[in-house]
């Protein structure tokens, strides 16, 4: 991992709206917004991160579901 000069404030600033969610999100949450969930085998939300919300009716993901 390479060392970020950058402090959490100005990332935050710098960084944009979640891609998936539309909401700003900060360095404290950017892991919900972000990390990937390797979750059930669902077609839709597989690799996507926490704050996604799948619309698959069929979908069997806690995480995804809401
Ligand atoms: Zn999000
Ligand atoms: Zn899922
Ligand atoms: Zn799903």
């Known amino acids: 991992m390479p060392d970020i000069d950058v402090s959490d404030v100005e990332k ?7 891609y998936h969610c539309g909401e700003p999100y900060s360095a404290t949450n950017a892991d919900r917004h972000l ?3 390797d979750c059930q085998p669902c ?3 597989k690799t996507m991160p926490a704050c996604y ?4 009716m069929y979908c069997a993901c806690e995480v995804h579901q809401h």
């Open 12 to 18: 935050d600033k710098m960084r944009p709206p979640c």
């Open 35 to 37: 990390e990937p969930v």
């Open 43 to 45: 077609p839709r939300c």
């Open 53 to 56: 919300t799948c619309r698959n």
